[in-house]
């Protein structure tokens, strides 16, 4: 998965200590290595939904509240009528017509996934723009960073009512309430990012003549990088939760209107098979960012390897 | 620089120091006298090593020499102009390593000239000769993470001198690297320094340091740092550090600086015990 070959593996002295046989079944797994990670996964997913079996043949969980996942599972082209109402519930068109159950699904997750994923870079280029620029004029810094902060406590979810006076229904007010939710945390991240920069990377560009801007374009901004991609998977999951707030004031169409519509018709089957997709976007996101973040930060070491030894 | 700014002294002295002192936080409850009444002469090529306890102050004047903190008392020169910012005749190395880790080792190394707008094909050649000169023209690729903790230290070295340096500013550089490592970087740094002309000051806090490299030791007393004595060295180059004459040395520098660390943990105690 390392991008960047190592001279010297820290796994390697760790397996030293290890005895020898146990060692070189690690090495020959090591190729193996995704493999024994989604059979991880697997278990783990295995064993929760297993416990939710055995409490409903046991009689525990009553199947009309807390349906087992082979109860909502069951049935996805039943489940997938739900999804993508807009399009497939038009007047004048027969149920038949249109996109199928599974296609419906597919288009509510990507919707939902595009308008995280639009609001993140937003929320991001805003941020680090904003935070960059407090740091970099003190003029700015005093007439920007009190009110930033006052409004950094404040929930998404009171945003709602002003996305939809600023942007009716759509996708405009829930991108807004991810760009809302984000922003002021990453921003006050940001500044947190570039006090922390080790002053020797500054010292260094001074003593060659950099130019404050020089300086920040090329030693403060690649600085904060790591550091900032940390504070952007931090909060995708917050961004994950915003979307599906202001999807069930009516978009059209995406997971958070398919949970309202669930609530509404009392279907806790499509409450579970809808939390169930959304588990395995915001799981497959979160590893796509990830897989980035190794990409574009080639020079971080491996920190996990670091606790690994004890 | 006007010749009034600087009646007492040649201009051609690579730094001249006249009463200079540095407050930390001046003017506040925290205000701490880090160092005061330095003044110091360093001839162009001199090898002048600044030695005292932690704390005393030392690398503050390097900083000051440097231009990257300013004065609070008196004023430094540097071949005749007087300091006031940072500037790329005087390049300095840290301790840490300060590579930039997202850079390969050649970009590190031609950071300053990409700075001034150079063209790639130029940086490269810049690079790669300060790079063969530190023996390291092999890893021009690789990325510092890839490098051992000497190797960076010699990056860092090629990194200063490919802004063709007058003065070499060093604050304990090779404090971080294994005694072994250490001897050689020394033997290495000599040969860089004797190549390059330029003027080296180097703080540290080992004697052994000190007598291996200085033309001049300047003794550092604690808090406020001052400047206890200058002593010359006047071995031959290859220095033998196990003759009677390098032992000699040691000694008079550990009686000097045994007095300082003493005043220094006097006054810890007194500091420690609630008044």
Sequence with gaps: MAVVARDSEPGAAAGASRPAAASRLMASMAGLDWLARIWWAFLSISLFAGLWELCWAMGWADEKLLPPPHIFLDNIAEQGRYFNTATRWQVGQSMTEGPSAFESVLITGAATTARVFVGLIIASVLAIGVGVLI?????????????????????????????????????????????????????????????????????????????????????????ILPGMLQVLRMNLFGAWMVVLVAESTGVGYGMGQVIMLARNTFNPSLVFFTIAVIGVLGFTFDWLLRLAQRRILYWLPDTVERLRVL | MSSEDAPHFSSKDAVVCRGVGKTWAAGTKRAHNALTDIDLDVAPGEFVVFLGPSGCGKSTLLYLIAGLEDATEGKLWSFGDLVETPSPERSLIFQETSLFPWLTVWENVSFGLSIRGASKDERRTVAAEALQRVGLKAAMDKRPDELSGGMRQRVAVARALAMRPRVLLMDEPFAALDVQTRARMQDFLLDVWRDSGASVLFVTHHIDEAVALADRVVVFTSRPGRIKTIVPIEMSRPRNLFSREAENLRIQLTDLLRDEVDRAFAEQEAFAIPA
């Excluded at chain 1, 920007?144 to 998404?156: A, E, G, Q």
């Design chain 1, 135 to 223: 740091r970099y004029y003190r003029f700015f810094d005093r007439l920007v960073l009190p009110t930033i902060t006052l409004l950094s406590p404040v929930s998404p979810i009171a945003w709602l009512p002003v996305a939809i006076f600023l942007f009716g229904i759509g996708n405009a007010p829930a991108i807004f309430m991810v760009v809302v939710a984000l922003f002021f945390h990453m921003v006050l991240a940001t500044i947190n990012q570039i006090d922390t920069v080790n002053t020797n990377l500054i010292n260094v560009a001074r003593t060659m003549g950099a130019s404050k801007a020089q300086i920040y374009a090329r030693v403060i901004v690649p600085a």
